[in-house]
């Protein structure tokens, strides 16, 4: 059926009137006219009666009304939400990331931002280490991926969120928490609690080597399969452990933070995307990154 028939048909209804009608929808009145004849044919009934002033619903009429009416609004239901999804404003995401991601204020901020933005967009979250989502990219799988040290790919966008430095987590009744920072020569001989090399393996391999370069090979007396386990065993006084600094957003009551002097490795974190991606909403939830990591303005 010819949408523009019924908006006609409805228009002279709501006026009562081919002339009024005509004038309201810009047409003219004959086309208006020559629209609702077809329009009755088609049904083979009369939708309206033809007055000397105007014109009046039919019983066929009243009850094609009330169905024209919810059709139409149907329609352009259909039609809002379709160029919604064009626009990216309809959709589901899929991303995936670690602790480190999970807790970090940028990503948190653009993600309240995003929703609040674009309610009708469905994110889903999965927990995953670097190389999985990157596998996960390359296959489909996720839309994007929150990782530490994005591999160099030119199939891959990214933008930059955080360099995550590391820093010393020690009990709190540990012989160092007096101190304002620690030296290298203050953790010769202590026992560490370190983060298994398969989690972070690029920053932690960097990490190891400063250490060794600063005259320092971490006594590991306990291995974590993640960075709040690796908090829970520092808490209970297992050991110290280095940390990346960001874990002060969910710092354990019994750990305290140093900086460690001459300790420079960060972890990298970015945001990363498969260029051939096909999500209309994806490039919204990267401008929502980048929004977030622009600096504050009063």
Not at 10 to 18: I, K, P, R, T, W
Not at 88 to 98: F, V
Not at 137 to 155: C, F, S, T, Y
Request: proline share 4%.
């Amino acid at each position: 059926m010819d949408f523009r028939q019924i908006r006609y048909f409805l228009a002279v209804a709501e006026h009562q009137n081919f002339r009024r009608a005509s004038e309201a929808l810009h047409v003219a009145q004959s086309a208006l006219s020559k629209h609702v004849l077809e329009l009755e044919a088609r049904l083979d009934a009369k939708l309206f009666e033809r007055l000397a002033k105007g014109v009046r619903l039919t019983p066929a009429g009243r009850v094609f009304v009330e169905e024209a009416r919810r059709a139409l609004e149907a329609v352009e239901r259909a039609e809002s939400r379709a160029r919604k999804a064009a626009r990216g404003e309809i959709d589901r995401l899929t991303i995936a990331m670690n602790d480190i991601g999970a807790r970090n204020r940028t990503v948190a901020n653009a993600i309240r931002s995003f929703v609040e933005t674009y309610p009708e967009v469905q994110l889903d979250f999965i927990s995953m280490v670097s190389q999985e989502q990157i596998t996960a990219l390359q296959h489909g799988k996720i839309d994007a991926a929150i990782v530490i040290e994005r591999p160099e790919n030119p199939n891959f966008g990214y933008v930059e969120i955080a360099n995550d430095p590391f820093w010393l987590a020690i009990p709190r009744f540990h012989r160092l928490a007096a101190k304002p920072n620690a030296s290298i020569s203050d953790l010769v001989g202590e026992p560490f609690v370190s983060v298994a090399l398969s989690t972070y393996w690029l920053p932690q391999t960097r990490l190891l080597a400063q250490c060794r370069g600063l005259g320092l090979i971490p006594h590991v007396v306990q291995e974590a399969s993640n960075d709040q386990m690796q908090m829970n065993f520092i808490a209970a006084g297992i050991g110290i452990g280095f940390v990346n600094a960001s874990i002060v957003n969910v710092l354990a009551t019994d750990v305290v933070l140093k900086r460690v002097e001459g300790l420079t490795v960060s972890l990298r974190l970015d945001l990363v995307w498969s260029e051939q991606s096909r999500s209309p909403s994806l490039p919204n939830f990267v401008k929502a990154i980048r929004v977030a990591l622009l600096p504050a303005t009063d």
